[in-house]
């Protein structure tokens, strides 16, 4: 049907139909996902398998922040992708694919942050943990439950254990928080060591120091002389405390 006899039949102008026909594909791709014409976005349906995985991957950053362990753009890329072939669904056999290759691509990550509302920000030197004014306050209390008990002092013994760090690893500068937060404070390196314990009394008689290793017989100490001035010890949890 030409252009006159469809103005003529709908009683609208030549122009209009010839701009019409001119965006058909672009009306026609409106139409298919019931966006209005003028819009500027039209949302389409998103992968359900990527979906899930940008659901999985914040509870994993979330996780990754609660452990005071910084984060990257690359990091998130590379356990989104991680994350996205364990939710993929096989592919059937004999049935093409529907669902695009994810890339994890910076764009994504950019889109990523913006729909979880996250942030880049510099983290900062590690947060103490000891409580100081309780410390300040405990020789006090202590000294008044010795004389009160009749304590001696060679009865009266105190423990503590420190990290011993002999290799630190190289972390990020900055890592991803919710806008919500201010800042990433109490971040720790990435750092290998091992757990040191130490015990004396009041009278000033040291016991032998305690070493705790994630292996009781470290790779390092093969063929060494294991006769030190320290209890050694092995368990598969990397720290204490």
Excluded at 20 to 48: G, M
Excluded at 187 to 196: E, G, L, N, P, S
Aim: glycine share 6%; hydrophobic share 35%; proline share 4%.
């Amino acid at each position: 049907m030409s252009v006159s006899n469809v103005a003529r039949k709908y009683g609208c102008n030549k122009s209009s139909i010839r701009a019409i026909k001119i965006r058909e594909r672009e009306i026609r791709q409106a139409v298919a996902s019931s966006a209005p014409i003028i819009a500027k976005v039209t949302s389409q349906a998103r992968d359900k398998t990527l979906v899930k995985t940008e659901k999985a991957l914040n509870l994993w950053l979330e996780d990754m922040n609660h452990k005071h362990v910084p984060t990257n753009g690359n990091m998130l890329r590379e356990k989104a992708l991680s994350l996205y072939a364990l939710f993929k669904p096989p592919a059937k056999e004999g049935q093409p694919c529907d669902e695009k290759e994810f890339k994890a691509s910076q764009g994504w990550l950019n889109s990523f942050r913006n729909r979880f509302n996250l942030k880049n920000v510099q983290t900062t030197v590690e947060a103490a943990s000891a409580d100081e004014q309780a410390a300040k306050a405990y020789p006090k209390q202590l000294k008044k439950v010795i004389q009160e008990k009749g304590y001696l002092p060679e009865e009266v013994f105190n423990a503590d254990k420190t990290g011993l760090f002999w290799k630190k690893k190289k972390m990020p500068n900055c890592t991803y928080i919710s806008k919500s937060e201010r800042q990433a404070p109490g971040f720790k390196a990435a750092k290998d060591h091992v757990t040191v314990l130490f015990c004396g009394n009041a009278a000033g008689h040291l016991i032998k120091l305690g070493l705790l290793h994630r292996a009781a017989n470290p790779h390092t100490l093969k063929g060494k002389n294991k006769k030190i001035s320290c209890l050694c010890s092995g368990n598969q949890i990397k720290r204490l405390g």
